[in-house]
């Protein structure tokens, strides 16, 4: 129905985008401490190091996190591998969502599902690719890196690859 594990494109995307940071970092954007390529949780704190082993592991870790939400949510959906790659790619820097707190792919702050997400359930792929477009704005402000990152989510979406 869809690929189990994100590919040599989309994991290229994301440390793209990401970067690789080994001392822990205070994202003023997300206000939470983050490390590695973009990793956040309880494990990362104020002056925090780690090797860059590490920093992949957190990554291949994170991975299987975020693809297991994908195969989850979108179960019964078929997914080509690009599709697969931009989704996992997505939720990994926008976050699943939270009713009353923060928009993600799967829910937004009203409780709904995101329309990139209603879209991929409707199978209307070439709908759900627009939608990664909207998705550039930080605070109300929009952002030329997640405008670049976003175009790029969507060409590996609709073409499996990305530049």
């Known amino acids: 129905m869809h690929p189990d594990k ?3 494109a989309g994991v ?13 970092y205070w ?3 997300g206000k939470v401490w983050t490390i590695g390529w973009g990793h956040t949780g309880l494990d990362v704190y104020k002056g925090l190091v780690i090797t ?3 920093a992949d592991a957190m990554l291949a870790q ?7 939400a994908v195969k989850k949510f979108f179960d019964g959906v078929p997914l080509t591998r690009g599709q697969f790659d931009a989704l996992v790619s997505f939720l990994y820097n926008v976050g699943p969502g939270k009713r009353g707190i923060k928009s993600g792919l799967f829910v ?20 759900a690719a627009e939608e ?25 979406f609709l073409t499996g690859a990305w530049s």
């Open 108 to 127: 937004l702050t009203n409780g709904q599902p995101s329309t990139l997400a209603r879209k991929v359930l409707a199978r209307d792929y070439v709908g």
């Open 52 to 54: 860059q082993a590490v």
């Open 27 to 29: 994202d003023a954007t």
């Open 132 to 156: 990664f477009l909207k998705w550039i704005y930080s605070g109300g402000v929009p952002l030329r890196g997640l405008e670049r990152r976003r175009r790029a989510e969507r060409q590996l």
């Open 6 to 8: 994100t590919s040599e």
């Open 62 to 68: 994170d991975l299987i996190e975020r693809e297991n």
């Open 12 to 24: 290229s995307l994301i440390e793209h985008f990401e970067g690789c940071r080994l001392i822990a």
